[in-house]
Structure formats: C-alpha cells, structure tokens
C-alpha cells in the first residue's frame, strides 16, 4: 500500500511539474514570437535595408513645416493590389498583423524553419532594444 502511495504521489509530482514546463514553455513561445513579429513588422515597415521595396509601393515627400522642422509624408502609387500593398506598409499595426499571421503559418506548415526564424528574430529585437536603452543611458 505504501508503494502504491508513494508511486501515486511521485506520478503526481512529475505530472506537475510538467504542467509547470508546459506553462513555461508556452510563455516563452509567446515572448519569442512577439519579440519575432516586433522584429519583423520593423525590418519591414521601417528599416533602410527594406526601403527599396517600400519605394516600389510608396514614395517619401519631405515639406518644411512653420518651425523650420522637416516632416516626411508617405504618398501611395498606384490602384488596386499596389495601392493595398503601400497603404499595409505604411501601417504599422497593419504590418504587424500581417507578419504574426506568416510567423504563424510557417509555424504550422513548418516547425523547424519556424523555430529558428523566430529565435532569429527575437534575438535581434533583444540586441535593438538593448541597444536603444544603452544608448539613452551613455547620453
């Protein structure tokens, strides 16, 4: 009897403590694939690496305000799937929408990929956002 109780709360034991890497696991997917989708909302919509392809759907116009402060405004070329395109790139929100909705997919279609795409990522959000805070605190 004594080793049946003992057996049941060792089972007991391992099966929550799996519950707890479970839970654990799952936050750290969350983190992983937000800090991913962060990461790649902002290479698409913001980073100069990705301006070549923002210019074949938008075209940047710089205008001189009243304070002497130079604003940029982004104006859509274009009709139809083209003007769809620029309008999502000049969304952030939007964008960002779009690429959860692709990490996701490739998730599903493609585990592995999925994985070390968005570790990828997030580790690149880490270093910016890092690197952002350091930047603030040497000023």
């Known amino acids: 009897m004594a080793l049946i109780l003992f ?6 034991r391992k099966k929550e403590e799996r519950r707890r890497w479970r839970l ?7 983190v992983v ?8 909302t902002r290479l ?23 304070q002497g402060e130079v604003e940029t405004y982004i104006i859509i070329k274009g009709k139809g799937l083209r003007s769809w395109v620029g309008e999502l ?18 998730y599903i279609l493609f ?3 999925s994985m070390w795409l968005n570790l ?16 603030k605190l040497v000023k």
């Not at 654990?24 to 969350?30: E, I, Q, T, Y």
């Not at 690496?49 to 305000?65: G, M, S, Y």
């Open 7 to 12: 057996a049941y709360i060792k089972k007991g």
């Open 24 to 30: 654990l696991s799952g936050a750290l997917s969350f």
């Open 33 to 40: 694939f937000a800090l991913a989708s962060f990461r790649l």
């Open 44 to 66: 698409i919509v913001f980073d100069t690496i990705t301006a070549p392809f923002r210019r074949l759907f938008h075209e940047e116009q710089e205008e001189v305000n009243e």
């Open 89 to 106: 790139l000049s969304c952030y929100w939007c964008t960002g929408m779009w690429c959860t909705a692709a990490l996701l997919l490739i």
């Open 111 to 113: 585990p592995v990929i």
């Open 120 to 135: 990828l990522l997030a580790i690149a959000a880490a270093a910016g956002m890092i690197e952002a805070i350091v930047s």
